[in-house]
Structure formats: structure tokens, C-alpha cells
């Protein structure tokens, strides 16, 4: 019998129970429509967190207190990085003499970090204040909307202005132009020299967006304190491996190996993918289990199905249909059921991820549909062999006199 007839009489038979046979697809549709999302708001996830460390430069160096990463390499250690943040092991004389180093070093910034209240008129608000050098916005690519980043000399006459994040200015002035304004930061006055572009970014942290940048000698005296908790530099043309081993060496004249870190972003980077790798891994394996669920669905239903229609399976062998015959038509059937269901799986995750990109990051990829739409195909073959094979093997006599 001709593979279309077969296909035709399968569907033929899967829309005379509608209701059922959508009910039964549904375990397939949500398993697919599962493991396509999940994986897509990972690696969405990914791109996102590989776009905002890009924004900084791929020769940007980073010195921290601490151990960042684990003996393993592989994480983050936290408990020594509170204990070197609390220990203060990085000066901002380090910055200074990381400077001196021009025959790796272009230029390096501090870091200073603190949060204070933010006032203009009667808007108020309690950002964090990042201290800096003035080469930090060349370092990092923060340029500004309007207005212009800070200079070296209001570095050294220790002036009082200040360079908004985009939200900041946003929150603060709306649709008034802030250059030149002045707002009380911990009530004294700063001067708004310039608002930063839009950046986003802040995964797992506050966004670029919603910090005020100052001066880092500024910020050292507004709030009594000259605690540097990151060090940032770029590194000479691209050879960033001679410029880490140059700081190291200079940090390991005063401290130990555990006590500072220096390191590229990318070695953050895929930490992160390492991590977000795992956690993508891992529910999408929770949301197969779904496809398995559905699979199992199928197969009862076809059991089901295989019992109704005993008798027609007898008829059909009286007039000479071969078991490979009603086999290959009962398999049809659960492959049609597993495929549609899939189909249909795929539409309801795209659909899903428009709306959800609005939100969360996603990025449905080729390589997730096609797996997950095979894994549905694979669980109607699967699932569907046994009562294929049940119904290929009854005895035409005998189902001919079930009742």
C-alpha cells in the first residue's frame, strides 16, 4: 500500500478524535516550546554578558584585591575578596606607578566606589558614585551624550563635577538640559559636566546607566576615604600577557599571590559562559523531561486507540493487509501526532521569545529548534513502536470476534 494512502488514513483517523489527539500532542508542545525557551534565555544571556565586557576593549586589564578566581580557576572566590576589600590591599599610589609602566601600560585609572544621596531641586536619588581618573572614560569607552567627561586638571585642582549616568540624568532632570547644573551630592555642590550614552550592562549588578562619575581625588576627599577597589588599565597595542606579568610583578614586591588578582575579561567572561553554560544544561534537561512525559502520553493514547479499533484492524487482515502494514499505519500516526506537536512546539517558543526579548535577553538558535523538534520526532517513533507493533500482531479471528 503506497506511503500516502497510509498517511492519509492516519490523519483521517487523528481528526475523527480532534480533542483527544490535541490533548495528547500537548505534552509535545509544551516540552519542545520548554527547551527551545530555556536554551534561548541562556544564550541570550551569553550574548548580552559578552556585549557589555566587548564595550570595554579587548586590551582592558583589571587588578582587584583578593583572590578572584578559585585555585580551579574555575570561580569566584568570595569570601577572600570581602576579606581584601575589607584589608584595603590596593593604594592609589599603585595607579600612579602602573602609569609609569608605558612600555606596556597606555594609561590606567582607579576605582572608587561609593553611594550617596543625589539631590536637584526636589528630585532626589542614592546612584552609585564611581571615583575615576580622567583616561577612564577613554579605558572603559564610556563617552558622553552630551557634554564632556572630566579632565586631568579637575583631577589635580580636585574640582567639584560630576559626569551623570544615562538613568541618573534621566531620573533627575527629565527633559531638562543638565549641563551646567549643579546638584548636591552628600549636600555639597557638583557641577554637571557631562550625561554618558546610553550603556545598559550591569548583570548582576547596578546598570553603567545608573552611576555618577567624579574625579577619583574628588571623591576621595567628599568621602574621606581613598579605599580603591578596582584598578583598570589598557595595556600597550595587544600584547596584554607581557602587561599582566609587568603589574604582577610589581604587586608581588609588596603582597602575596592570594592578596590581588590581575586578570583580562575575558577570563571573567568565561567564567560566566562556564556558568550560564551549566545552568542552560541543566533546565533544558529539566524541560526534555517534559518531551518524555509527552512521549509517554502518545503511547497510552495509541494503546487506547489500538483497543477501540480492534475489530477494524481485524477486518483490514481479513482483506489482506499485512502487519507491516497496520504497523507502519498505527507508527504514522504517533509520528504525525509527535511531529505536529512539535511544529507547533517551535511557533509557541518563537512567539514566547518576541515577547520576552522586551525583557530578558533570548536568542533562539537554529541548533535548539532542530534538536528539540528531532527529540519530538525521535519520542513518536519511540513511543509509538509498541502499540504499532501490538496492533501489527493481533490475530485476525480473534479481533474480528472482539467485542
Do not use: H
Not at 599603585?94 to 602609569?99: A, F, M, P, S, Y
Not at 596584554?240 to 575575558?266: G, H, N, P
Request: proline share 3%; net charge negative; aromatic share 8%.
Amino acid at each position: 500500500m503506497p506511503f500516502s494512502t497510509l498517511l492519509l488514513m492516519a490523519l483521517r483517523s487523528l481528526w475523527r478524535n480532534k480533542s483527544r489527539s490535541i490533548l495528547t500532542m500537548l505534552g509535545v508542545i509544551i516540552g519542545v516550546g520548554s527547551v527551545i525557551l530555556l536554551v534561548a534565555i541562556g544564550n541570550g544571556l551569553k550574548q548580552y554578558v559578552t556585549d557589555q565586557f566587548e564595550q570595554f576593549g579587548a586590551n582592558s586589564i583589571y587588578v582587584a584585591p583578593g583572590e578572584l578566581f578559585g585555585d580551579s580557576g574555575g570561580g569566584f572566590s568570595s569570601n577572600d575578596q570581602v576579606t581584601a576589600l575589607l584589608s584595603n590591599t590596593l593604594r592609589y599610589e599603585d595607579v600612579l606607578e602602573i602609569r609609569r609602566m608605558r612600555e606596556y601600560i597606555s594609561d590606567a585609572s582607579g576605582m572608587a566606589m561609593n553611594s550617596a544621596e543625589v539631590t536637584y531641586k526636589k528630585a532626589s536619588e542614592k546612584p552609585t558614585i564611581l571615583g575615576v581618573n580622567a583616561s577612564y572614560s577613554v579605558i572603559s569607552n564610556t563617552k558622553t551624550d552630551v557634554g564632556n567627561f572630566f579632565t586631568e586638571i579637575d583631577e589635580e585642582k580636585k574640582s567639584q563635577v560630576a559626569v551623570l549616568g544615562y538613568n541618573i540624568a534621566q531620573d533627575l532632570f527629565g527633559s531638562v538640559d543638565p549641563i551646567g547644573k549643579t546638584i548636591l551630592i552628600k549636600n555639597r555642590p557638583f557641577k554637571v559636566v557631562g550625561v554618558a550614552e546610553e550603556k545598559g550592562g550591569g548583570f548582576g549588578g547596578p546598570s553603567f546607566d545608573d552611576y555618577i562619575y567624579m574625579p577619583i581625588t574628588s571623591s576621595f576627599q567628599l568621602f574621606d576615604s581613598k579605599i580603591v577597589v578596582r584598578i583598570v588599565a589598557a595595556a600597550k597595542g595587544d600584547d596584554t600577557q607581557s602587561a599582566i606579568t609587568a603589574i604582577e610583578e610589581y604587586f608581588l614586591k609588596r603582597l602575596k599571590e592570594d592578596e590581588f588578582s590581575v586578570f583580562k575579561q575575558d577570563e571573567i567572561l568565561k567564567v560566566i559562559d562556564q556558568i550560564l553554560g551549566a545552568l542552560t544544561a541543566g533546565l533544558g534537561g529539566i524541560a526534555a523531561i517534559s518531551l518524555v512525559v509527552g512521549g509517554i502520553g502518545i503511547m497510552n493514547i495509541m494503546l487506547v486507540s489500538v483497543t477501540e479499533r480492534t475489530r477494524e484492524i481485524g477486518l483490514r487482515k481479513a482483506l489482506g493487509a499485512t502487519p507491516t502494514v497496520i504497523l507502519t499505519q498505527f507508527l504514522i500516526e504517533s509520528v504525525v501526532l509527535s511531529v505536529s506537536g512539535g511544529l507547533i512546539g517551535v511557533g509557541f517558543a518563537y512567539l514566547i521569545a518576541i515577547v520576552l526579548d522586551q525583557f530578558l535577553p533570548t536568542a533562539v538558535t537554529l541548533g535548539a529548534v532542530m534538536l528539540a523538534f528531532g527529540v519530538s520526532a525521535a519520542v513518536g517513533i519511540i513511543f509509538g513502536v509498541y502499540p504499532a507493533r501490538k496492533a501489527s500482531q493481533l490475530s485476525p479471528i480473534e479481533a474480528l470476534r472482539y467485542e
